[in-house]
């Protein structure tokens, strides 16, 4: 009689052999959400390192000005600021005026025009204060970083938050992704492509990223939907498939013929209910 434990390992093989092929999905899915999550972190924490890099600049540029200077809007002052703007890559602009925001003086001579698009934050560890503002017709917002001078007067200096076009921030990522810069009391002041998507996602999922730039209050954040970066592996998916099923066909041949060639003892249940 043929071992009916035969038929069960026959089974349990067969099952077994096909596991793999059912788990590349899985596998890959795994694989693909650590990689571009791995791809966004790297992005946003270049975006926020140059974020800071930029406001440290800011920060440096003002107080050397307020260091060199005996008084504000005086000749030396003036030559401070545009000595002080000669060796930085991003300093914009200076401006003296009062809590009022009266005017005093500037890097140029003449009126300032800006407009607040945050309010006031502190910067900790920092006696400085930094506002997001728009900046004349600069098409990019401005990181306004304030210092109070005998409490009377501010100094301000005016830097981009980032160098670049917004679409610069995209770069290396896929088309359908979006990066935006928020500051940590949840003020959004820029993105690259529309977050809607992202904030209305309800059961979508997306892979995202998120930085902090230090002490600076400013966060970036990027993110891009799971199936739009799953549909790039398409093939990679289809080759893992197809190796799976050789690999499960094989395993499934080897087992049958182990089932048939080993000698296993046979079991016969109504034989033993009339042996007792």
């Known amino acids: 009689m043929k071992s009916k434990y035969s038929h069960v390992i026959m089974l349990l093989s067969a099952i077994a052999a096909f596991l793999p092929v059912l788990g590349v999905d899985y596998l890959l ?53 545009h000595r002080q703007m000669e060796s930085s890559l991003y300093l914009k602009q200076v401006l003296v005026e009062n809590a009022d925001g009266v005017q005093y003086c ?13 309010e006031s ?17 600069m098409p990019t917002p401005v990181i306004k970083v304030t210092q109070n001078f ?17 679409d610069s921030l995209l770069r290396g990522l896929k088309p359908t992704a ?31 990223g998120q930085s902090i730039a230090g002490e600076i209050p400013v966060r970036a954040e990027a993110a891009v939907p799971f199936a739009m970066v799953r549909a790039d592996y398409a093939d990679l998916d289809a080759s893992f498939t197809i190796v799976a099923c050789l690999m499960s066909g094989a395993f499934l041949i ?4 182990y089932v048939r ?15 007792g």
């Open 121 to 137: 934050l502190s910067i900790p560890g920092n006696a400085e204060t930094m506002t997001i503002v728009k900046l004349g017709e």
């Open 150 to 166: 005998g409490g009377q007067r501010k100094v301000s200096a005016f830097v981009p938050l980032i160098a670049n076009p917004p």
């Open 106 to 118: 500037d890097a140029f001579g003449k009126q300032v025009s800006y407009s607040p698009l945050s």
């Open 29 to 81: 899915d795994s694989y693909v959400r650590m990689k571009e999550r791995a791809q966004l972190q790297q992005v946003v924490d270049s975006v926020t390192e140059r974020v800071r890099g930029t406001a440290q600049d800011a920060i440096g540029s003002l107080r050397t000005i307020l260091a060199t200077s005996p008084s504000l809007c005086t000749p030396t002052f003036i030559a401070n600021v």
């Open 178 to 208: 979006m990066v935006r810069l928020s500051l940590t009391n949840g003020t959004s002041v820029l993105s690259a492509s529309d977050p809607a998507a992202f904030d209305n996602r309800g059961d979508t999922e997306f892979l995202s």
């Open 261 to 275: 060639r080993s000698k296993l003892p046979a079991f016969d249940l109504e034989r033993a209910i009339e042996a």
């Open 254 to 257: 080897l087992s049958l013929q």
